[in-house]
């Protein structure tokens, strides 16, 4: 008995080792010279994360959690949060930073601007002496949690380039020269509207070029009226995506510009303008700055094995900072994947992030940067972003201890992004393998929904066995930038599973604006179970790869076309089978497809406004003496209300012929609670605004 009774107090023992914990209080009431209690709160993050190094040196510290929990309110950040290995937990006994049962803290970057008073044009005025005396410059300006804008023309619309011509002072080893210069000309009457700059402003006013799937910001050197000229400087174009004729401009930051309501102008001498709206009033009103460039920091020394792990996050709120553009501006990036991060992780394993917020930042949200490993964000909110959601691994091809691999991204709300860097996409998956993005609802941007791999061609990729599934992506692409789609993926990806995601609402400015687009060298890619609807260009592109299989699929109501496919090879590039295609204006294929080593066949195609089957100028017993299609079927599949979207079937014998397998499309987006999946649901002004968009778009029949 005596031996049993010792046992169980060893057990006991043990069980207090596992659940051991130590709380650590922080308040908008605290001090950090505070003991960290719950009546001697601390005020900070970074005091706290200091406490637990202090008790982790103690030579008698066991093995214990670290609760650090945060009360209600909001907290004005001095200097980003930076957790390194030695503030790392275990498994059995991690660090957590958290809310207190029932409050949301709200983390802030940034700075509350006041002093304003209404000056005899209208506009709210305040001085800021930081920037006076200090330089301190913001590119974003939040009112009342609104982004404004910063002071730009034309307010509506572009001024297209008449001509470009290049000056390399620099060529270096890349085929994009290290240092140029460019002259952008412009019609007489579009010319006019730089008069309004005035020569001390020059050096601050700045440009923004829309330019297929890129977006450039440079400032401007000197304009030279006589010629209808801009000059500015920086790398080289691009050479397979230059400014040319016809792309699109916008200039900002002067003051003339300032003149439409929800616009603002910062001033070298520290005056700040806003133009309000009719409804705002200074008293009521909050405006907040950004300051910090980001607000945490966790890295590693993957070199050494020494990584920051198990450190969790659950329930707090981030906001307010912002990426710094530099005075050579910003050069264009695919996917603006050379922009930083509000949270930035590097050389780290084992870290969560749930039930979190951020928001109201100019830059990506959350990036799992080099040397990443089992980690994990959930049931978080990121919306009104000035660039992309959540990042995955790195853009350069990293092996070994630095490569990333195993992130769940899972159940969170990624919506309004690119608002600052158009470029940006809801998840961006670099060189990295073995992740998980399922169940999110990916919203409003103007590139891609999920870009997937980061090799261009056949070259080796690290993109191997990522599994993007049961996401919600819509409205994407608007009518700003060309070549974009919901799911996007590059080069070799074998083993990567696309399947169960419902895309909608996927428009471009020209060309592009597709569902689901293989791009160059995607390769070992399965697209099964996917249910894409309301595009411009087809539910399935494929420029140039091999053996991806599209299966089960169903591909409704494209624009244009709805299948294309761009570059035939000697190799078999794809598989296209059990799908079902329905339709009611465009053609069905266009592309390639005379010349493509595809196996297309078992698949149903629909037209619910009569009898016009064009396959790529064939019709269907033509395109099927090409050796396509010869078992499937021009044929009603019999959806309940496919206008309506409702893809359901009323009956089972014409997908039957096919061997096509329903899918419970429903399924796909996020899940939990009520009100987290009516979050989801974007604002009726955002949907009908892209609808007003996609139709002014296709009347102007825009030429690539």
């Known amino acids: 008995m005596k031996k049993h009774k010792h046992i169980l107090y060893l057990l006991s023992l043990v069980c207090m080792g596992l659940n051991a914990q130590h709380k650590l209080y922080v308040s908008t009431k ?85 002093g304003f008073v209404t000056n005899k044009s209208g506009f709210w005025e305040t001085n800021i002496s930081e920037t006076a005396y200090y330089g301190w410059k913001f590119d974003q300006l939040y009112v009342n949690n609104t982004r404004a804008t910063l002071a730009r023309t034309p307010n509506k619309g572009f001024i297209k380039i008449d001509t470009v011509t290049q000056n390399i002072w620099k060529q270096g080893a890349s085929k994009v020269a290290e240092k140029a210069e460019q002259h952008i000309f412009l019609k007489a009457e579009d010319y006019k509207i730089l008069s309004q700059i005035k020569k001390a402003e020059l050096r601050n006013a700045r440009f923004k070029a829309y330019h297929k799937w890129d977006y ?48 603002w102008f910062l001033k070298d001498n520290g005056t700040l303008l806003y ?48 990426y710094k553009i530099p005075l050579t501006g910003y050069e264009p990036s695919q996917a603006a994947a050379k922009l930083n991060a509000a949270i930035l992780i590097e050389e780290a394993k084992n870290i969560k992030i749930t039930n979190c917020e951020v928001s109201e930042i100019g830059q990506h949200a959350v990036w799992f940067g080099k040397g990443c490993s089992n980690a994990l964000i959930e049931h978080t909110y990121i919306h009104n972003i000035g660039g992309g959601g959540v990042y995955l691994g790195d853009f350069k091809p990293l092996e070994g201890n630095l490569h990333t691999h195993h992130i769940s991204v899972n159940n969170n709300i990624i919506q309004t992004g690119g608002q600052i860097f158009p470029t940006a996409v809801g998840v961006w998956v670099g060189h990295s393998s073995d992740n998980t993005v399922s169940h999110n609802d990916i919203g409003n941007f103007y590139y891609t929904g999920v870009s997937l791999g980061w090799v ?49 609402n996927v428009h471009a400015y020209s060309y592009g604006g597709w569902g689901m687009y293989a791009d160059e060298g995607s390769s070992g890619i399965t697209f099964k179970d996917n249910l894409v609807y309301n595009t411009k260009t087809g539910g399935f592109q494929q420029n140039y790869g091999k053996n991806n299989v599209v299966e089960n699929n169903i591909l409704a109501f494209a624009k244009k076309y709805q299948l294309q496919c761009t570059i035939s090879e000697n190799h078999k590039s794809f598989t296209f089978r059990n799908n079902i295609t329905i339709f009611k204006e465009g053609l ?117």
């Not at 970074?46 to 040196?57: E, G, H, Y």
């Not at 304009?223 to 016809?246: A, E, H, Q």
């Not at 900002?252 to 510009?257: S, V």
């Not at 329930?315 to 900072?321: A, E, I, N, T, V």
């Open 456 to 504: 261009w061609g056949y070259k080796p990729s690290l993109a191997k066995r990522n599994t993007i599934s049961y996401n919600h992506i819509h409205h994407i692409g608007w009518d700003l930038l060309s070549d974009m789609a919901g799911i996007y993926t590059l080069g070799a990806s074998e083993g990567t599973q696309v399947k169960n995601n419902v895309i909608n």
């Open 275 to 322: 133009k309000p709206f009719e409804n705002e009033s200074i008293e009521n009103a909050e405006i907040i700055a950004p300051v910090l460039e980001n607000l945490i920091t966790i890295s590693g020394d993957a070199a050494l094995n020494n990584y920051a792990e198990h450190i969790y996050f659950k329930g707090l709120s981030f906001k307010h900072c912002h």
């Open 588 to 704: 069905v294929a266009k592309g390639a497809w005379d010349d493509v080593n595809a196996e297309i066949d078992n698949n149903i195609y629909w037209n619910i406004n009569g009898s016009d089957y064009n396959f790529n100028n064939h019709d269907f017993k033509e395109w099927q003496k090409l050796g396509f299609d010869k078992n499937s079927f021009i044929s009603n599949p019999y959806f309940k209300d496919a206008e309506g979207f409702n893809f359901n079937f009323k009956r089972k014998k014409t997908y039957q012929k096919i061997s096509f397998k329903p899918f419970n499309y429903s399924e796909a987006g996020v899940y939990g609670s009520r009100n987290w999946i009516e979050k989801s649901k974007l604002p009726q002004s955002i949907t009908n605004a892209f609808d007003n968009a996609v139709e002014t778009n296709m009347k102007m029949n825009i030429k690539r």
């Open 216 to 263: 450039t910001l440079r400032h401007i050197d000197a304009l030279d009226p006589d010629s209808l000229k801009i000059v500015t400087s920086g790398k080289g174009m691009k050479p397979w995506n230059p400014l040319k004729k016809d792309r699109r401009l916008i200039f900002e930051n002067y003051e003339n510009a300032l003149d439409v309501s929800g616009e």
């Open 30 to 114: 605290g001090n950090d010279a505070n003991i960290g209690s719950k009546n001697e709160p601390l005020a900070t993050l970074t005091a706290a994360r200091d406490a637990i190094r202090k008790q982790k040196s103690d030579p008698s510290f066991q093995d214990q959690s670290f609760w650090v929990i945060v009360e209600d309110g909001r907290y004005f950040m001095k200097s980003p949060l930076v957790l390194l290995p030695e503030d790392s937990g275990t498994e059995n006994h991690p660090v957590i930073y958290k809310a207190e049962e029932g409050a949301n803290p709200i983390f802030s970057g940034g700075k509350i601007i006041s």
